[in-house]
């Protein structure tokens, strides 16, 4: 498992150590502080009934963030439910992940110029399409990578399988990130599969693999970094596995966590927390303070606000809209239908 900040925000291995400027690291931590934020707003505004479906994040915010970071805007990334931070710092507008969350179809809808398929809710899917978008790519000679994300239970699926195989076959410039939160919904990884860990499951596909401390963002940027160094090299794909815990529930949709996993468990990996450990990092090097942080969580209050407000004021989904997103040109009984809604929505 690749370390590089202990959970003091020690560091542990000096040549692994990332070329980050002082700007960058503080981005990073910004970035991962403004997402605990939002987080907990989104479950909160979810009880209100102001949100509808989430699947929160705290605890996987190194995994997600510090990844997405060495990325270029350019490089296609496919997320699953779960990863919408990682689609708004790639360039989803935060109020298009409210509409996505309250089930509007224009949160789907990913603007011109953001590099990015919408989240994928069928698990393991976005395998198989980031393999195509990979090849792809490399087919119009682009310096670029199609990267994706997906949890420890989708390393279980088929498309997960043929993804990798045909990525690796093509030699397609892929990131495959596997986030290891040891939970799929309320089965726990040993349950799912009797591979030692994740990464190796990369052996069989002929691609390189890597098992990172997914709690510690300076780990994960470095081995996303050789990945996508590697991809677009022509050295082939990469499955990235990352350590990593989601502190809440899997979904707003109701499960409660008490009932499938330990209190002790929940203890061991919350004093493995991203935001502590690379917070100590940044103190120690004079780069954070505490005004950092009440700038950063003030920043996060006032764009949710705003983007919240910009959700609340778009014009409601009628029948209508829906049919016409879907296809371009409608088959006979959608066009039956379209006529039918238009004549009922105008009275
Ligand atoms: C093909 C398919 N089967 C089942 C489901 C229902 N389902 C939704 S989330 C989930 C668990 C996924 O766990 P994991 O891959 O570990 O991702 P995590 O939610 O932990 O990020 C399942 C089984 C689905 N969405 N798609
Ligand atoms: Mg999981």
Redesign the pocket.
């Given at each position: 498992m690749l370390q590089i900040l202990n959970e003091e925000g020690e560091v542990v291995n000096e040549k692994a150590m990332p070329d980050l400027s002082d700007d960058e690291l503080k981005e990073l931590m910004r970035r991962m502080v403004y997402t605990r934020i939002w987080d907990q707003r989104a479950l909160s505004l979810n009880r209100q009934g102001r949100l509808g479906f989430y699947?929160p994040v705290a605890g996987q915010e190194a995994s997600m963030l510090a990844s997405e970071f060495a990325m270029e805007d350019e490089d296609w990334l496919l997320p699953?439910?779960?990863d919408i931070p990682q689609l708004v710092f790639h360039g989803l507008p935060l109020t298009k992940a409210f509409l996505y969350s309250r089930g509007h179809f224009m949160g789907g809808q990913i603007p011109e110029g953001v590099n990015a398929l919408m989240p994928q809710?069928?698990?393991?899917?976005q395998c198989t399409q980031c393999a195509g978008i990979a090849l792809g790519l490399k087919k119009r000679g682009k310096k670029n990578v199609a990267f994706t994300y997906?949890?420890?239970?989708?390393t279980s699926?088929g498309d997960f399988y043929e993804g990798l195989n045909f990525a690796g076959a093509y030699q397609a410039p892929a990131v495959f990130i596997s986030?290891n939160?040891r939970?799929?919904?309320s089965v726990p990884v040993e349950k799912q599969t009797a591979s030692k860990t994740l990464a190796q499951k990369s052996v069989a596909a002929g691609i390189r693999g890597i098992q990172v401390d997914g709690m510690d963002p300076l780990a994960v940027y470095a081995a996303t970094k050789e990945a996508r160094e590697n991809a677009v090299n022509g050295e082939g794909p990469t499955l990235i596995e990352t350590l990593t815990y989601?502190y809440g529930p899997?979904t707003t949709a109701g499960d409660d966590p008490t009932r499938y996993r330990t209190e002790e468990l929940d203890n061991e990996w919350e004093k493995k927390d991203p935001l502590i450990r690379f917070r100590k990092f940044l103190e120690n090097k004079g780069l954070w303070s505490k005004e950092e942080e009440e700038k950063t969580v003030e920043q996060a209050k006032d764009d949710i606000k705003a983007a919240l407000k910009e959700a609340d004021n778009t014009p409601k989904q009628k029948v209508t809209d829906l049919i016409k997103i879907m296809s371009e040109t409608l088959p006979y009984n959608l066009q039956e239908q379209l006529e039918e809604y238009t004549e009922k929505e105008s009275k």
């Open positions: 699947a699953s439910y779960r809710i069928i698990i393991a899917a997906f949890g420890d239970g989708a699926q986030q939160n939970f799929a919904i989601r899997h």
